[in-house]
């Protein structure tokens, strides 16, 4: 097995043009990368999934009508090794990167982590400067978060209350069972009877956006500094460790944006749970990509305007949730420190 140096999206993608992929994992990351190679174009270079759990090997991952076969691990022996290169798309990336260095011991197929080449990205990161689209603030002043489930253990309080020193001059507003409809929405309420708690605000979000504008952060964001510079642009949104935007990392409207609409309105199709019982841990930041790649969306770590929004390269929250890195420098407003309590529920 040959473990190739981190590398940069774009090394990432030119490497890929030569061969055929691997994706080792097929947990969230590992499905949403299929959308990855379909936006870079190479939807047919990506060939099988890998997975270490017995139960899945056999089964295939669907994407654009497209079924991509599960292999087991030891298949991988089968494959030509100078056309093939795995990809980990897992974040036990350095378990796998053993586990493959045995099975493969020998055998020089090149292997490389998007985690790692997430970290990369987090270290060139930059964009020029917060977009300026109006002479005067536009987005309301108001940072809305939202908190389910009894009450909030005492770090979080603490970071809200930092928040609040930091922006005196803003309006907060606490959503929760008290003031909102959380039947409004089936998907919402769906997660909200189940008790998991992480994906109850992936509606309510986009709903109290559009409606009052302002700024949605997570309450496991930390606040660098006062966003004032934000408020001269329609709407904005981030990337975070997975290399595409992630409305849970923060985002900002001014209210009735057909994008947040559109962002929204998707979830009304959305269940939960589904007819067997079992839910639908999909991240919203898939759910989200499903939307924006009508519009063109790219996964390069730039800064680009998709549909109105603005989208920052990772810098703009500081972390990669996936690897723990964190880089901040004046063009970070805050650090996603991403609990992932919606990842975690997957392995209780």
Known sequence: MIRLKPMSIHQLKELIKGKKVICF???????????????????????????????????????QGKDIPIISAEDILNYDPDKIFILITSIYYEQIYEGL????????IQVASLDETSDVELESSTYLAPSKENDNP???????????GGNKPESITRNIENWKKLCPDYEFIEWNESN??????????????KQIWGFVPDYLRLDVLYKYGGIYLDTDIELIKKPDQLLFQKCFGCIDGSLTMN?????????????????RDYYDDCKFVRQDGSVDKTSCGTHSLKVLIKYGIEINNKFQNVDGMNIYPMIFQGKNQHSGKVKVTDKTFWIHHGNMSWFKCLFK
């Open 25 to 63: 994992g097929t947990g969230l990351q590992g499905q949403r990368v299929a959308m990855y190679f379909y936006i870079w174009g190479l939807e047919d270079n990506l060939i099988a999934y890998a997975d270490n759990n017995r139960s899945k090997v056999g089964g295939s991952v669907s994407y």
């Open 101 to 108: 260095n045995n099975i493969l011991s020998g055998v020089d």
């Open 138 to 148: 536009i987005i309301p002043k108001i940072i809305h978060y939202a908190w389910f």
């Open 180 to 193: 909102y409809d959380i039947k409004k929405n089936k998907y919402m309420y769906q997660a909200y009877q």
């Open 247 to 263: 409305l849970g990392s923060g985002f900002g409207s001014v209210p009735n944006m057909d994008i947040i609409r559109k962002l």
